[in-house]
C-alpha cells in the first residue's frame, strides 16, 4: 500500500526500502512491485524504482530470469538517452565540445577527459 500512496516522497522512500531490503536477492515479488513504479509520473520516484530494481538484480543472469536481461537493455538504452540529452543541452545549447585548439592541434586534456567520461 504504501509503494501507492499519492505523496511521491513516500512512493520513492518505499521503493528504495524494498531495493535495500531485498539487494541480490533477485527476488520475484520484489520486482513485481517495483516495476509499476518505472513507469511513474513523477520522474525522481521513476529513478527510485530503477535504482531499486538494479539493487534487487544486481546477481540475476539471462538463464535465471529473463526480466534482468530485459531490464538492463531498457535501463541502459534510458541512461543513454537522459546522457545524450544532457549533452545537446549543455549550456543552454551555446556551447560546443572542441577538442582541437586553434592550430588544429588535439587538446590531450580534453581527449582523455572525454574518453574518460
Do not use: W
Amino acid at each position: 500500500m504504501i509503494l501507492e500512496s499519492y505523496n511521491p516522497h513516500v512512493r520513492y522512500g518505499a521503493a528504495l526500502a524494498l531495493g535495500i531490503s531485498r539487494a541480490g536477492t533477485c527476488l520475484s515479488d520484489a520486482i513485481s512491485l517495483l516495476e509499476p513504479l518505472t513507469s511513474d509520473a513523477v520522474d525522481f520516484v521513476c529513478q527510485g524504482a530503477f535504482i531499486a530494481l538494479e539493487m534487487v538484480m544486481v546477481q540475476m543472469n539471462g538463464a535465471s530470469d529473463s526480466r534482468g536481461a530485459t531490464f538492463r537493455q531498457g535501463y541502459m538504452s534510458k541512461m543513454e538517452a537522459i546522457l545524450a540529452s544532457g549533452i545537446l543541452n549543455a549550456g543552454g545549447r551555446n556551447v560546443t565540445t572542441r577538442l582541437l585548439s586553434k592550430t588544429k592541434h588535439d587538446k590531450v586534456a580534453a581527449v582523455v577527459g572525454l574518453a574518460v567520461f
